[in-house]
C-alpha cells in the first residue's frame, strides 16, 4: 500500500540528466513555492510509460496553470531517461531511483516486473507546499494508469 493521503512525503534527492549535465532533483526543492505531483513508472521504452508520460507532457501546461511540478520516477538510469526522453519527446523531469529507495519510502516497489527485476509500481502522488500528501494512488497493474482527472481536481483544492 502506498503512503496514504495526509501523511508527510518523504524528502528525496534523485539524480535527473539536463542538459547541463547532471542534477539533483529534491521534493524539498518545491516545498513553500509549488505542489508536487510525483508520477512513478516501472520502466523507460515500454509502450504504457511511453504513453503516459507524452500524455503528460502534451498536458504539462494544465499543471503548470494549476502550481503544480511534475516529476517522473522510475528505477532506469538517469543517462536511459533522457535517452527516452529525447527520443518520444519527454519534457516532464525524469529523476533515478536506480537503487529503488525512494520507491520504498512511497511503498511502491513492484517485485520481479515480468520477471526481469523489481522497479517502481505504476504509482501517482500529490504533494502540496507544505509536503503533504494530498492525493495517493498505486494502480492495481502496471498496464493501469493513474485517475489524472483525480489528480488535477485535488489540485484544483490546492491552488
Known amino acids: 500500500m502506498a503512503i496514504p493521503v495526509g501523511a508527510k512525503a518523504p524528502d528525496f534527492?534523485?539524480?535527473s540528466k539536463q542538459p547541463s549535465g547532471l542534477v539533483d532533483?529534491?521534493?524539498?526543492?518545491?516545498?513553500?513555492?509549488?505542489?508536487?505531483?510525483?508520477?512513478?513508472?516501472?520502466?523507460?521504452?515500454?509502450?504504457?510509460?511511453?504513453?503516459?508520460?507524452?500524455?503528460?507532457?502534451?498536458?504539462?501546461?494544465?499543471?503548470?496553470?494549476?502550481?503544480?511540478?511534475?516529476?517522473?520516477?522510475?528505477?532506469?538510469?538517469?543517462?536511459?531517461?533522457e535517452a527516452w526522453a529525447q527520443k518520444e519527446k519527454i519534457t516532464i523531469t525524469l529523476a533515478s531511483d536506480l537503487n529503488k529507495?525512494?520507491?520504498?519510502?512511497?511503498?511502491?516497489?513492484?517485485?520481479?516486473?515480468?520477471?526481469?527485476?523489481?522497479?517502481?509500481?505504476?504509482?501517482?502522488?500529490?504533494?502540496?507546499?507544505q509536503g503533504i500528501v494530498r492525493y495517493s494512488?498505486?494502480?492495481p497493474t502496471p498496464k493501469d494508469l493513474p485517475d489524472f482527472g483525480k489528480i488535477k481536481a485535488v489540485l484544483e483544492t490546492l491552488k
Request: net charge negative; charged share 20%; proline share 3%.
Open 25 to 81: 532533483i529534491k521534493l524539498s526543492g518545491n516545498l513553500g513555492a509549488k505542489n508536487t505531483v510525483l508520477l512513478f513508472f516501472p520502466a523507460a521504452f515500454t509502450s504504457v510509460c511511453t504513453a503516459e508520460l507524452c500524455d503528460i507532457s502534451n498536458g504539462l501546461g494544465a499543471y503548470k496553470a494549476l502550481h503544480a511540478d511534475v516529476i517522473g520516477i522510475s528505477v532506469d538510469t538517469p543517462f536511459a531517461q
Open 101 to 129: 529507495e525512494v520507491t520504498k519510502q512511497y511503498d511502491v516497489l513492484f517485485p520481479m516486473l515480468a520477471n526481469i527485476g523489481d522497479t517502481s509500481a505504476r504509482a501517482a502522488f500529490v504533494i502540496d507546499k
Open 137 to 139: 494512488e498505486r494502480t
Open 13 to 15: 534527492s534523485l539524480k
